[in-house]
């Protein structure tokens, strides 16, 4: 279909009955949560300094180091940028819901927020702290106050906001000639490339049991909900969510784009976004991913990985509009509407597979391993989501979570009925 009708909008301040939802957002929804997991894998299976360096463990030749190298051009931040993005849209799509009914929509969304950040503590804290949904719950609760502006001021100030995260990284990375030497080391060891002693100690922590990871996954969250926040999520974040809200409001993400806009999204992709993270991997490598690769060097894929998105925005939508692979898009849906649940389930199954307390295959997997783990999630996924859909108006985490905001339990179990016209 070349054009597709314009989504409908709740008249009511509730949950989004399934005929009113924007299926061609739960579809792209659901592809980000099954993207994000190509490079959440290496956290959950290797030391954290091989996410952000991938010579600081593990081998790194022949299909591993394609595997690092198609991962970082395709999915490395483009997903989070994705899923970002759409949480933005989200709280639009809310707005709107909102103004028809002519009902508040400040109080629920501050409740959402508080109970995702709550969520996220708790999944940081005692399953894995790569947890983004703290991040989103504070920066949601700062862009709900921009949901009016026109799109033209969401995306100036979302790029005001990239600027200054780039512009903090690159003053550290500039300013490092000047640090005492002991801190550029203390730095290189503990966040760039650690002694053979402090890696074995971070294998054994997590091969160990679930007591034992505690004190490792606890000083990694804090790491991630303070300095990472400061100096990086809160800007990069708070600026994709607004780039959402905007691109939301220009009828982006329902698909009712011409064809030839989406096309111009992958154009930009591959003339502009891949060349510019291409550059970044060829620098880091012929520097020997020096310290100043953490600071100066991620600035290509910081700034290329959003064109890089839009692209894989772009191919979303011409598959909706085109109907292309229908199946896979009818379970993608499922999936995205479902993504709570579907981001916690992989790390449930990822952490199982490779903490102590599961397999404990922790630094033993190769990159070529984790993809082929990572594609196992993926097909798990794609056939539990539409069957749990068939029984259950929502994800188990969606139920709770909108329950708790909503201040009641909502029916989560279909009617008989439905169950015979599905």
């Excluded at 054994?204 to 999520?233: C, H, I, K, N, P």
């Amino acid at each position: 279909m070349e054009n597709s009708p314009a989504p409908a909008f709740p008249d009511s301040l509730g949950p989004v009955p399934e005929s009113q939802r924007i299926v061609s957002l739960d579809i792209l929804r659901g592809f980000a949560v099954l993207g994000i997991l190509v490079m959440n894998i290496q956290s959950f299976s290797m030391i954290g300094a091989a996410y952000m360096n991938p010579t600081a463990f593990g081998n790194l030749e022949g299909g591993n180091l394609w595997v690092w190298i198609l991962s970082h051009l395709l999915t490395d931040q483009k997903f989070m940028a994705i899923f970002s993005m759409l949480f933005g849209a989200g709280i639009i799509l809310m707005a709107t819901k909102a103004t028809r009914s002519g009902k508040g929509l400040t109080g629920l969304h501050y409740r959402r927020m508080f109970w995702l950040t709550i969520l996220g503590l708790v999944h940081a804290y005692l399953f894995w702290y790569g947890d983004i949904l703290f991040v989103y719950g504070i920066c949601g609760s700062l862009v709900y106050w921009f949901r009016k502006a026109p799109p033209v001021t969401l995306l100036v100030i979302a790029l005001v906001l990239l600027c200054i995260g780039s512009g903090i990284y690159m003053l550290g990375g500039l300013s490092m000639p000047s640090w005492p030497p002991e801190a550029v080391r203390d730095f290189e060891e503990d966040m760039w490339r650690p002694s053979p002693g402090m890696a074995a100690a971070e294998i054994q922590a997590y091969r160990g049991s679930w007591l034992d990871q505690l004190e490792e996954r606890a000083d990694a969250a804090v790491g991630m909900q303070t300095v990472a926040f400061f100096f990086f999520l809160i800007w990069r974040v708070t600026a994709l969510m607004l780039i959402g809200m905007a691109l939301f409001k220009m009828r982006v993400f329902s698909a009712e784009r011409s064809s030839r806009c989406y096309w111009s999204f992958l154009v930009l992709a591959v003339v502009v976004g891949l060349p510019l993270v291409s550059a970044g991997i060829v620098r880091n490598f012929g520097e020997g991913w020096d310290v100043a690769s953490f600071f100066l060097g991620s600035q290509y894929n910081y700034w290329g990985s959003i064109p890089v998105a839009l692209g894989w925005i772009g191919l979303v939508m011409l598959a909706f509009q085109h109907n292309w692979c229908s199946g896979l898009t009818t379970r993608l849906a499922a999936v995205g509407k479902t993504a709570l649940s579907c981001y916690l389930l992989e790390t449930l199954i990822a952490t199982t597979i490779f903490y102590g307390h599961g397999f404990g295959l922790f630094g033993q997997v190769s990159r070529m391993g984790q993809i082929g783990i990572t594609a196992g999630i993926w097909i798990a996924l794609l056939l539990a989501a539409p069957s749990w859909l068939k029984r259950f108006r929502y994800g188990p985490f969606e139920w709770a979570w909108r329950s708790l905001s909503y201040w009641t339990i909502l029916p989560i179990r279909r009617a008989r009925v439905g169950l015979s016209q599905s």
